[in-house]
């Protein structure tokens, strides 16, 4: 987020600080009346005026009639943005699918589509093959230009490059997948690992809006953290920070694929939540969520089938809230769909046995309110975040 606007600095300065903000607050927060901005932003409606002017001039917003009228009188014009004047490309890449977005500014989603992948049998090049292909489909089914791509990979990826240096459930190693797609999309690449995407998707868009500090739990088939810090992404060195599933919980437990015995993701992961719902180990996330919806419709059943499930998400998340620190924590992918009565221990454990929850007054543990979606949210904010940047 960018500070306070302010109207005593140096005049051009001032003046792109000041569309950087305005630009910001609509695409973050949607449509309003430039009353609201300038009282949101600290601003004088003269200043507001110039600087809508400014934005509609580059087509970046629009003003228009509110829909519905409030109390009489000349209604005020909403201001909003355009969502054709910047348009970026997401990206999903999980274990099991690929899901890709364009998404307008404002956050629109304005195409999709997906596509199945077989887990360790796609070979990166293929991948990217096919990501190229559909993004130019999108693009032109949309016939608008898309200026910036942002993509999710379930992996420990080198932020500066976007190398993915393993992605073990894919069977990556040290593929160069942001050289690849900046060279075939011909357009600036981010790439990162999918729990940075979803605390940056439920800061920017979902059950986190107003919380500077948070943390998401990508609970999938692997299990990552992502980590929002003081409003701003910690990423660790190199981009590497999000690895909490491999945090050691169990010393002498089942063996993990990073070479370690007893690491979080195997007992909180899907193989782990498979075996507490009496599943096989290879059972789909379709199976897994389908078993979930039925416990959660049963709660006397649910709690004695995952009662250890529930205590090893607890102990990791009381470890991660003394770790980090977060006012909240987000639980994403399956770990989203666990019952109600598992959220709620999961919630009354960390509160009741994590200082740093205690001294915070409470830690909330929710579900993700951007589900399946989140990730390919974040890579689109991930996009705009230089988008925004140069429209100042
Ligand atoms: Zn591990």
């Known amino acids: ?22 630009l910001r607050r609509l695409h973050r927060e949607g449509p309003c009346t430039r009353a609201v901005l300038a009282a949101e932003l600290g601003l004088n409606r003269s200043t507001i005026k110039a600087v809508v002017g400014e934005l509609a ?59 199945q992948l077989h887990p360790g049998s796609e070979r990166p090049r293929e991948v990217v093959t096919r990501v190229i292909e559909s993004a130019r489909m999108l693009a032109a089914e949309l016939g608008s230009p898309v200026v910036a791509a942002g993509v999710s990979v379930p992996g420990v990826v080198r932020w500066e490059d976007g190398l993915v240096r393993e992605a073990p ?28 995407l979803g605390a940056l998707a439920e800061h920017t868009r979902g059950a986190g809006k107003d919380v500077d500090d948070l943390v998401f739990v990508a609970g999938d088939i692997g299990v990552g953290a992502g980590v929002i810090s003081g409003g701003s992404v910690l990423r660790g060195a190199d981009g590497y920070l999000g690895e909490l599933g491999h945090m050691v919980v169990r010393p002498n437990g089942e063996r993990c694929h990073c070479g370690r015995r007893g690491c979080w993701e195997t007992e ?19 199976e897994l969520l389908a078993e979930l919806r039925e416990l959660s419709a ?3 059943v649910t709690s004695s089938r995952l009662d250890e499930f529930t205590g090893w998400l607890e102990l990791g998340l009381i470890n991660l809230v003394n770790l980090l620190a977060p006012r909240m924590v987000v639980l994403g992918d399956l770990l989203g769909s666990v019952p109600d009565s598992v959220l709620a221990s999961v919630e009354r454990e960390v509160r009741a046995g994590s200082v740093v929850s205690r001294a915070v ?27 925004l940047a140069a429209a100042e």
Do not use: K, Y
């Not at 987020?1 to 000041?18: F, K, L, V």
């Not at 890449?93 to 989603?109: C, F, K, N, Q, S």
């Not at 040290?174 to 050289?179: F, I, R």
């Not at 909180?268 to 379709?286: C, F, M, N, S």
């Open 1 to 22: 987020m960018s500070g306070p606007a302010t109207e005593g600095a140096r005049p051009d300065d001032a003046r792109r600080h000041n569309r950087g903000a305005v």
């Open 57 to 115: 001039e580059s087509g970046l917003v629009g003003e228009r009639l509110p829909t519905q009228r409030s109390g009489a009188g000349r209604p005020s014009l909403l201001v909003l943005p355009a969502p054709r004047a910047a348009v970026v490309l997401a990206v999903d890449i999980r274990v099991d699918r690929v899901a890709m977005a364009l998404v307008g500014l404002g956050g629109e989603i304005l195409g999709r589509c997906s596509w």
């Open 169 to 196: 459930h894919l069977e990556w190693t040290d593929v160069p997948l942001g050289e690849l797609l900046t060279a075939g999309l011909r357009m600036p690449v981010a790439v990162t690992n999918d729990a940075e």
């Open 268 to 286: 909180v992961g899907a193989e782990a939540l498979a075996r507490a719902l009496g599943l096989t180990g290879r059972a789909g996330r379709g």
């Open 298 to 300: 049963d709660p006397s």
């Open 361 to 387: 007054a409470h830690t909330s543990v929710v579900r993700s309110a951007l589900g399946p979606d989140a990730q390919l949210i974040g890579a689109a904010e991930l996009a705009f975040g230089p988008v």
